[in-house]
């Protein structure tokens, strides 16, 4: 069967229109991870805040609102596989387009790989609870977690997004059930983990000799736990009105979110309880939803959290290849990366040969740590933080483009932008100073040396910017030539 290349008419080298608002927003949700997130970020804010830990997401919820206006105003301009590399090249120049998605790629080569070690620790932990297995070998469940994201991914981007959607509401029903139960237990006087509790309004007040500083370190934390609420951008030119489905699925995203990651922080702030003892006892929990789920329900929702977590995590994965194959699908179709990376598979379209690469990355990184013997929680964090790093230089990029954008007709609206782009740079400042122990100080340098890479491309390589501009411009036409479909395409 014959593979669509960059030398294909246009229409054969387009994605597929297909989908709709929710669908859209299930792949920032996705690669957000909230079941995720929350069983593994609330204690760092427990530690620096107290019982007051929910506002670290509460401030942090504020402040990826405004980092997010940015990409909102963009992407209702621009609708492109490429996300940022449009979005940044349209208004600043197509040199710092590409640099904004070559570090969008960077973080979303390593981000898979970091899901599935997600997958790998609930999993365990779901063997070792249930006594199926004390210590499972981490490897062989990844490269099934590693197995199962290719085939859903290749399937096409409906049934991508649609087992997104499945996996969330499962994960997050679950996280529900366990918050309701603890505020109905604690209202009828049952008492927290440890110490005395109930239900009360500390949660918003910080203790005493805490003060603004702390808070805004601790929101950064909280800040992370929404990485990835931009990657609906990607769907540009699969959305049915991207212009329009695209701005909502990014607040939707991060909406969602907000009011998950508060509500969850407090309740289990409230569930540990509030005095000293209790909040001690929240910030040295290695499985906070866990613990709860003990305390409150008993062993058997404990482990259906387990699971849930490792469904949680197999979206996120999911969520992280989808973006990355398109980044590599747009640089192939623009003649900045290999054309083999612009073919599109006839049946299902999704960007196949993009989509091996993206997988054989995750594969190599996976099987050279098991070589070098390392544990899964560290390979998960070393990864993160490297992709988060490449994440937030990219938040930087985007966001002065949408300053420069904006200023052209209205001073509110860039000014929130530079306020967004603000942000962003103080949460990477945060996460590179004061220097942290090795051997994460030394992850910065990585990372900058993959922008470096990246820059450098588009000095080299003869006619590169002007390669690109062209694939822009070109893109842009051939999104402007697409009909509209009248009806919802069928599966």
């Known amino acids: ?67 997010a206006f940015g990409f909102v105003r963009l992407a209702a301009q621009y609708s492109h596989a490429g996300s ?18 070559w570090a969008l790629l960077g973080t979303y080569l390593v981000f898979p790989p970091v899901s599935i070690m997600g997958v790998t620790v609930f999993a365990r932990a779901f063997l070792r609870s249930t006594g199926l297995a004390d210590d499972a070998d981490w490897y062989p469940i990844a490269l099934a977690a590693w197995a199962l994201i290719w085939f859903l991914a290749a399937r096409g981007i409906r049934p991508t997004t649609r087992s997104l959607l499945v996996f969330e509401i499962v994960s997050v029903a679950l996280i529900v059930v366990l918050m309701v139960t603890i505020l109905v237990r604690l209202a009828s006087g049952v008492h ?57 699925a990014i607040w939707t995203a991060v909406l969602f979110g907000g009011l998950f990651y ?21 910030s040295r929990s290695q499985a906070p939803l866990g613990d709860l789920a003990n305390h409150f329900v008993g062993s058997t929702l404990a482990k259906l959290l387990d699971a849930g977590a490792t469904l949680s995590a197999v979206g996120a994965g999911l969520g992280g290849v989808t973006v990355a194959a398109r980044m590599l699908f747009a640089f192939g179709r623009d003649g900045l990366a290999v054309p083999a990376f612009a073919r599109v598979s006839p049946r299902h379209r999704v960007p196949s040969s993009a989509l091996a690469f993206e997988m054989l990355v995750g ?27 490449s994440l937030l230089v990219m938040y930087i990029l985007t966001n002065v483009a949408a300053v420069r954008q904006l200023g052209r007709r209205s001073t509110k609206e860039a000014t929130l932008a530079f306020l967004g782009c603000a942000i962003a740079t103080y949460v990477l400042y945060s996460n590179v100073w004061p220097v942290p122990p090795a051997p994460y100080r030394y992850f910065p340098y990585g990372v900058l040396g993959w922008l470096l ?28 030539e697409v009909p509209r479909p009248r009806h919802r395409p069928t599966s």
């Open 84 to 101: 940022v590399y449009a979005f940044v090249g349209q208004t600043l120049s197509p040199r710092w387009g590409f640099v904004a998605g």
């Open 192 to 248: 927290p983990v440890s110490g005395t509790g109930g239900l009360s309004g500390k949660v918003f007040l910080l203790p005493p000799g805490i003060g603004v500083g702390t808070l805004a370190l601790a929101a950064t934390a909280g800040f992370l736990a929404f990485a990835g609420f931009e990657s609906a951008g990607s769907l540009g030119e699969e959305a049915l009105a991207p212009r329009r489905e695209i701005p909502r």
């Open 262 to 282: 508060v509500t969850c922080m407090v309740t289990q702030s409230l569930g540990f309880g509030l005095d000293s003892a209790g909040v001690n006892t929240f």
């Open 1 to 67: 069967m014959r593979t669509r290349t960059v030398g294909d008419p246009p229409a054969a080298r387009r994605l597929r229109r297909e989908l709709r608002l929710l669908e859209t927003a299930a792949v920032s949700i996705g690669v957000m991870a909230p079941t995720l997130a929350m069983s593994v970020t609330g204690v760092a804010a427990a530690k620096q805040l107290g019982r007051a830990a929910p506002l670290a997401f509460v401030f942090a919820g504020l402040a990826v609102g405004l980092v």
């Open 363 to 389: 594969l190599t990184l996976l099987t050279c740590f098991r070589l070098a013997g390392t544990a899964p929680l560290d390979v998960f964090f070393y990864l993160a933080t490297l992709g988060v790093l």
């Open 453 to 480: 890479v990246g820059l450098l491309v588009t000095f080299v390589r003869p006619g590169f910017v002007a390669t690109a501009a062209r694939g822009l411009e070109r893109t842009a036409s051939e999104q402007a």
